[in-house]
């Protein structure tokens, strides 16, 4: 028995809830809806959703969740993407991650200008 080679390190594993996944299925129906300019076939058409996707950016939304934001944020937010900037927003929720910060302090700014 090798224990020597054995990793002394803890590791952690990220429980993806319920709420993550339908929030992931939400998003998966929204890429499917939006269409993107086709420059190969000169077309809009709706983006490629790969095996695994789901399950990926249902981590995605389980960071998000952790970070604090509820559902309805979070749906708020990705609508907003996708009214901005559609093909980005077609790319995933990590395509997101670094902008999610400016589009909750954009959804805080027109929810405390419509009070």
Excluded at 6 to 11: A, E, G, W
Excluded at 88 to 96: E, Q, T
Aim: aromatic share 12%.
């Amino acid at each position: 028995m090798q224990v020597g080679n054995l990793p002394l390190k803890d590791f952690t594993q990220t429980i993806v809830t319920e709420e993550a996944e339908k929030l992931a299925f939400w998003y998966l129906a929204r890429v499917r809806g939006v269409r993107v300019y086709s420059k190969r076939w000169k077309k809009p058409v709706s983006p490629k959703v790969r095996k695994g996707w789901e399950q990926r950016w249902a981590f995605v939304m389980q960071a998000w969740l952790k970070q604090g934001f509820t559902s309805a944020q979070i749906q708020e937010g990705v609508t907003l993407a996708f009214q901005h900037d559609p093909q980005r927003a077609a790319n995933g929720p990590h395509a997101l991650k670094q902008e999610w910060p400016k589009i909750m302090a954009a959804i805080d700014r027109m929810g405390t200008a419509s009070v």
